[in-house]
């Protein structure tokens, strides 16, 4: 096993799968010349040079739907946007074209496309830069959602993006791509769709993904502390999602707490909820217990920011309140 | 060019009645409650896909469309009976009955659609040509619009990227003067669209439209140019649509004279005319060619009506590329 950056994780997986098939290319903002604005694609122009590796001008829109258009003539784009924020001028493209082409067409043409960057709030940067779209995504049927957490899933789920014949949203996080983790220096790959216990435990469940996840850990250490045994599920893919590993989890605890950093308005906890309570209702010893962001865009002031994420102290809270402690 | 001969003119004349009886045709199933949906009908602008195809190589050559999308992949090689199912939504239908009116594909006669956002299929043309270029690939990519996607931002970004990156394709503008119910003039201070190209340094021209040969002809050199690597170009094409944008459209944004004006240079009637004074064919045999498109527009309503509805597990087998990909359940 060898450490290294999730960015690192990033690269490798894909000029680890581009070396393999000369239909993948990396499109995007800042990909090439400037070795990607997180350094995600570092070194990856010089190895594969201008054709495979191409720097766009801002057009979300107008690259997504070349990306879309050339991965139904024969292509396996990697689409990279700086953030996900920007995808929103894109994301007709995504849901319009992108996930419904195969089922328009009656099956006749497939999209194997990654629409890829980083999700979610990354320090004081404003409410326009600190969204987290999992849920708008995972709401379309066509697309597939992931969202890993650390180098290792990161890299084995994106070479299982690439290789994938339908269109996947990757998500990363601007405050991870420092974040260093083992990986294994043999070739692997993560199955799409399967969550991971990266905790076990026995008095309560705790689902989450994505950066946001550390504080789901931090919380665990603390409860374990005071004799809480938490579990801690890591989603890893939004869509499909894995309700076998949450549901026997739940059976097992028999409570559940799920933190996710976006608006509480019909989100990826909401969807949790609604299945646990429909495949373990007699499960529940308490009611669940989700926890996100405020309701509201995100605030500038650090003192504001901190107030509206949600962190480990709301997650002990929240455990100790279904364990009626 | 391929010289456009007799043959050509008679070709011409039979696909373009044809095209224009499948359009009627649709539009009477369409008063009978056979077809639902949106209908965007092409009555009036045969002209330009009888040119495309004349140009185009349609061995090699693709192309995509939005929503007015019925009769291009006939012209290509589709069965006609097969679109006119798709609009009944049976299961013999193009898309299997899930795509309808609006988005019709062939991937074996390289018909991209089909595209049912205004302006959404534009980066896909240049997308298709992009792909064919990262191949290295003899190919060229017709991407079609209406004038009223000429106002969408995809537009800008996809003729940004598309001339900056030599692809071969060629943008086609379909002007028939009204976006939905809202004129040319209407939409923005310059109505000269195919000036939109000079801000890209993409070369550009318009082009009568209601003439097959001054479509070829423009088609030709835009093609021969991205086939040589030297990129896109921009083409207003001239034409206008006799039918409303859809059908509930009481058009109350023309007058009747106007639509009278442009029926005198109606693009088949001009072909029509042209096989009589060449004496490339008698009215004898233009009656025969009027019978036999009478008849094929009558088997594939035949063929529509009688073919099964589909299996109501096609929706499922379709999304996704994944074969056992897990939806969740919608009801008891």
Redesign the interface.
Known sequence: MKTIQFREAVQQAMSEEMRKDESIYLMGEEVAEYNGAYKASKGMLDEFGPDRVIDTPISELGFSGIGIGSAMNGNRPIIEFMTFNFSLVGIDQIINNAAKIRQMSGGQFNCPIVFRGPTASAGQLGATHSQAFESWYANCPGLKVIVPSNPYDAKGLLKSAIRDDDPVIFMESEQMYGDKGEVPEEEYVIEIGKADIKREGTDVTIVSFGKIIKEAYKAADELEKEGISAEVIDLRTIRPMDHATIIESVKKTNRLVILEEAWPFGNISTEITYQVQEQAFDFLDAPIIKINTADTPAPYSPVLLKEWLPNSEDVVKAVKKVMYK | MKKITKATYLKWYEDMLFWRKFEDKLAQVYIQQKVRGFLHLYNGQEAILAGALHAMDTDKD?M?TAYRNHVQPIGLGVDPKRVMAELYGKGT???????GSM?I???EHRF??????VG?Q???????????K??KRDAVTLTFMGDGATRQ??L???L??AV?WNLPVVFCVENNGYAMGTSVARTARSTDIYKLGNGYEMPCAPVDAMDPEKVAEALDEAIARARKGEGPTFLELKTYRYRGHSMSDAQHYRTKDEVAEYQKIDPITKVRNILIDKKYATEDDIKKIDKRVKDKVKECEEFAEESAFPEKN?MY??????ED???LPHKL
């Open positions: 693709r995509i239908g193009t898309s299997q009955g899930l795509g988005h594909f062939s991937k991209y659609g089909g595209h049912g956002i959404g534009i980066p896909l043309g240049a997308g298709l040509a992009f792909a064919d990262y191949f931002g995809s800008h970004e996809t940004t990227m900056n096609v087998d379709v999304v996704y590329e994944q990909y897990p939806f």
